[in-house]
């Protein structure tokens, strides 16, 4: 595996995405490359923190909460 493809894996190893059978390859290549891929996980998983950082969440829309509760109310009538 060349470091290029290894830097492709990594992100998908820090998000949890590599099947079982590419794991065992990236893990060799891991070993083979050294510091210089220990290096590059870590610039992964800082991206990786700072992108789930910046996410914002989804606001419920009054639509969306009328609908609801509209539901609700119907239930307990029944």
Same mark, same amino acid.
Do not use: W
């Given at each position: @595996?060349? $470091?290029? *493809? $290894? +830097? ?11 099947e079982p059978e590419e794991l065992e390859a990236?893990? +060799? %290549?891991? &070993?083979? $490359?050294?510091?210089k891929a220990e290096d590059f996980i870590g *610039?992964?998983? /800082?991206?990786? *923190? %700072? $992108?789930?950082?910046?996410? !914002?969440?989804?606001?419920? /829309?009054?639509?969306?909460?009328? !609908?609801? @509760?509209?539901?609700? !109310?119907? !239930?307990? &009538?029944?």
């Amino acid at each position: @595996m060349s $470091f290029k *493809e $290894f +830097q492709n894996q990594a992100r998908l190893y820090v998000i949890g995405a590599l099947e079982p059978e590419e794991l065992e390859a990236f893990e +060799q %290549a891991r &070993k083979d $490359f050294g510091q210089k891929a220990e290096d590059f996980i870590g *610039e992964c998983y /800082s991206m990786h *923190e %700072a $992108f789930a950082l910046s996410l !914002r969440p989804a606001k419920s /829309s009054d639509a969306l909460k009328d !609908r609801l @509760m509209s539901m609700v !109310r119907n !239930r307990q &009538k029944t």
